[in-house]
């Protein structure tokens, strides 16, 4: 697998270069969110994944929210195109493969120090933000430990504007920690968010 090399000016370089695209391609960016995130301990973020920009928006709740450090885990075929990325925080994975229980257990490692988050994007692949029910890949639950668990759904809409707004809906997962109950939560939450994005 391939690790994370975090370097802070590399983390500031990717964030301001994605706020100066944010600024040209989005109209609004929200965080629609009325739960608390203690300090003292990890995050565990899932959140789905639609977008070229997804990590951006991983990034984004880091900083306005966590406060934390940010992860994120990769597909290796992509981040192997992109080592770049590693220097932000991105580290890799392969499905169907014995590396992934070593990339499962690099992220647990992280979830270990309470000052980082790990962004899991739990479909495993880009989905459309429409497709509401997509299955959670096996292994995420090895990670649930005893960090915070957010759950994130990201939508994007033009509404009656020439550009899209970004909501971001946020919640503190505090149900039981087993792979069922978090994926039901999870597409529950997302149903939620759906019927609450009007103009």
Known sequence: MIKARYHPAWLWF???WFR????????????ICDDVFPEGQSVLL????????????SMYLCNKIFRRKFHVMMLEEELAKRMFLTRCGVFSVRKSS????ESLTYASELLNDPQNVVTIYPSGEITSHHQQNFKFQQGF???TGHSLIALAVVLVDHFSQARPEI????KNYSGERTAEAIELAYHSFYQSCILKQTP
């Open 167 to 170: 909501r971001i809906y946020l």
């Open 20 to 31: 100066v695209l944010q600024k040209i391609h989005f109209r609004k960016i929200s965080v």
């Open 46 to 57: 899932l959140q789905n994944h639609f977008s070229y920009y997804d990590g951006y928006w």
């Open 141 to 143: 639950a090895r990670l």
């Open 98 to 101: 014995r590396d992934l229980i």
């Open 14 to 16: 990717y964030s301001s």
